[in-house]
């Protein structure tokens, strides 16, 4: 997931809970039973997290671009090679 993966996943996940727990609250404060309110809380939970949980492809759109690696030079395995070779 890249840093705009994160931020799509993060927005999408508060405005599902947002959502959810609004329209759960008004249908609540109706009906004047709080029950509502969190089953639908937690309908909007269930859904967040399987849409903003998983690695997705829609949130590795941007690919981080990294730098080439620099091989690398262990002097001690230079140092051995040296003696085996006097060694030898």
């Not at 996943?9 to 609540?28: D, P």
């Amino acid at each position: 997931m890249d840093y705009q993966g994160q931020k799509l996943s993060e927005n999408l996940f508060y405005y599902i809970i947002i959502l959810f727990g609004s329209i759960g609250w008004i249908y609540g404060y109706f009906l004047q039973d709080f029950t509502y309110v969190f089953y639908s809380w937690s309908v909007g939970v269930a859904i967040s997290v399987v849409l903003c949980v998983p690695d997705w492809p829609i949130y590795n759109k941007h690919p981080i671009k990294w730098l080439e690696s620099i091989p690398d030079r262990d002097e001690s395995d230079d140092e051995s090679e040296a003696e085996t070779k006097k060694t030898k």
